[in-house]
């Protein structure tokens, strides 16, 4: 009989330990945390940068995390919030991601407001474990940062001359509409 209660405290003990690791929580749980983080990130760009979260294209699977609109471009944000010890976990699966999500913004854009601009897509590690080496070189296209780097890579590009208040204000509108989020 004692036996049985070694075994049960080895098992509560073990459970624990997974909570304070998360590895336990369903992807969508750790993924919703991560997207918070970014959130907070996003928060403290100033007021002349837009955001919208949670967008979702009519017609198209899945939705974008995050739309930064703002004098520097439209950024296009995809959050990953994984447990691994390793950014290169998926690594091309998140980068096609990242990309096909600037695209539907690029053609949302295009198709509602008639404006050809350039959409910048960001992939960004919101576990501050994971060392990102990055930066400020795009891979394949696209922006891979830790969550320390993301305000940086959006505030420091140069401006866009056809990206006025008046622009970002009529794209922050329109992209509102579809997402399920206003920031």
Same mark, same amino acid.
């Given at each position: 009989?004692?036996?049985?209660?070694?075994? +049960?405290?080895?098992?509560?003990?073990?459970?624990?330990?997974?909570?304070?690791?998360?590895?336990?929580?369903?992807?969508?749980?750790? $993924?919703?945390?991560?997207?918070?983080?970014?959130?907070?990130?996003?928060?403290?760009?100033?007021?002349?940068?837009?955001?919208?979260?949670?967008?979702?294209?009519?017609?198209?699977? $899945?939705?974008?995390?995050?739309?930064? +609109?703002?004098?520097? $471009?439209?950024?296009? +944000?995809?959050?990953? =919030?994984?447990?691994?010890?390793?950014?290169?976990? =998926?690594?091309?699966?998140?980068? #096609?991601?990242?990309? #096909?999500?600037?695209?539907?913004?690029?053609?949302?854009?295009?198709?509602?407001?008639?404006?050809?601009?350039?959409?910048?897509?960001?992939?960004?590690?919101?576990? #501050?474990?994971?060392?990102?080496?990055?930066?400020?070189?795009?891979?394949?296209?696209?922006?891979?940062? $830790?969550?320390?780097?993301?305000?940086? +890579?959006?505030?420091? #590009?140069?401006?866009?001359?056809?990206?006025?208040?008046?622009?970002?204000?009529?794209?922050?509108?329109?992209? =509102?509409?579809?997402?399920?989020?206003?920031?």
């Amino acid at each position: 009989m004692t036996y049985w209660w070694v075994i +049960i405290a080895d098992l509560v003990v073990l459970f624990m330990f997974s909570w304070v690791k998360n590895d336990w929580l369903p992807s969508w749980v750790k $993924g919703s945390e991560g997207e918070e983080k970014v959130l907070d990130e996003l928060k403290k760009l100033p007021k002349e940068f837009l955001h919208v979260a949670d967008f979702y294209a009519p017609g198209q699977y $899945g939705n974008v995390d995050f739309v930064v +609109i703002g004098p520097t $471009g439209i950024f296009a +944000i995809e959050a990953k =919030n994984t447990s691994k010890k390793s950014f290169d976990y =998926n690594f091309e699966k998140y980068l #096609r991601e990242s990309k #096909r999500e600037a695209v539907i913004i690029g053609k949302f854009v295009k198709d509602n407001l008639q404006e050809d601009i350039w959409v910048i897509p960001i992939l960004v590690y919101t576990n #501050r474990k994971i060392k990102v080496h990055y930066g400020e070189h795009p891979q394949d296209g696209v922006f891979v940062v $830790g969550i320390s780097w993301l305000n940086k +890579i959006i505030q420091d #590009r140069p401006i866009d001359p056809h990206l006025t208040p008046e622009v970002c204000e009529k794209l922050n509108l329109e992209l =509102n509409k579809q997402g399920s989020d206003f920031v």
